[in-house]
């Protein structure tokens, strides 16, 4: 069997040039890499019928190579993202949706603990409400990640597991669509995720994440459920801060529960009194200290266990809300700010790393680390923790070269 390692030394990183000589390179070199995948499916178990009818048919798609390798100048600001996430279009169409599937949703509620409106709004962020959820073979789209994209060995890991769904759910390999990256259906789920969590709620033998939506609905609640979705509690609440904040308590690490964080300055956005004033909760702030603030509980963590994006948990926390006539975000988001390229992102993360605070990955994204390591930074400096990257914040670095 062709180690992976040894094949990677042998065939050069895959370019897009519109080559004979390229494409017959890639053709020899992907041919030989099916051979070596099909030995290592037959060794974690699937059977030679489904590995023949599903991996030789399969050729490159350069489109999805080309996602792959495609690198956004810009930042997108969550302001952005979120506009887009719950605009008053998608409002009105999932409060519509929410009363037109009400008698299941609120089994599933019941059954999983999962709030009907939570669901509704993965299903929305995740497919448009099951509108747009890719069209891409899942099968052909992770063999060519697997074979040369930028994380192989979890496209691999992703590819085999797609093969065991073939075999125990006995769908046809162009049954598995979704997008570029391998994620199906209107949960989108990675293959892995649907062996752990798919459900089949409607009983008629498969889980199918594609066309039933009691599936859909069952798979996205047990997902959360199995993730730790705590029934019956909310995910958190805008807040005020006081002017004397103690800003070393910014930290998603830090927990308090609502009570303490009251005692300390910190309210309500609305000046209603918190509900639960024994939950834990840690602050949330998102885009600095003159945007909005919110106090997070256990759950939206659990929402980030779905999609690990920060952005991603408040589109699907808010938008939750919204569906059932709840409160938008009261202050105002910093839209005067310009937006930080990916490579004035990496400035700011070297100089983190060099200033000995680990911001992760030095890969032009604003994660949980690089946040973390500005806001020890900001501390140091004398400025207020709020961990948030911007243009002044790059300038202040610079001039302290």
Known sequence: MLLLSTFYACFP?????DT????????IGFSQWKESFKQQALDYGIRPAVIRQAIE???IDLKVLKFDSTQPEFTRSIWQYLDNAISPKRIKLGQALLQKHADLLNRIEVQYGVQKEIIVAIWAMESDFGRNYGHKNVLRSLATLAYHGKRAEFAQKELLAALEILQRQRFKPESLIGSWAGAMGQPQFTPTSYLKHAVDYDRDGKKDIWTSLPDVFASIANFLSESGWRKGQSWGVEVNIGKDFDWRLNSSAYQLRFIQWKNLGVNSINGKPFKAIQRQASLFIPAGRFGPVFLVTHNFDVIKAYNNSSSYALAVAQLSRLLVGGEGIQRAWPRDEKALTRDQIIEIQ???LKAGHNPGKIDGK????TREAIRTWQLEQGLPGDGYANLGLLERIRKKK
């Open 20 to 27: 004979q000589s390229t494409a017959l390179e890639d053709d």
């Open 57 to 59: 048919p399969l050729s």
């Open 13 to 17: 990183p895959f370019a897009l040039a």
């Open 366 to 369: 604003i994660g949980a680390n």
């Open 350 to 352: 070297q100089a983190m």
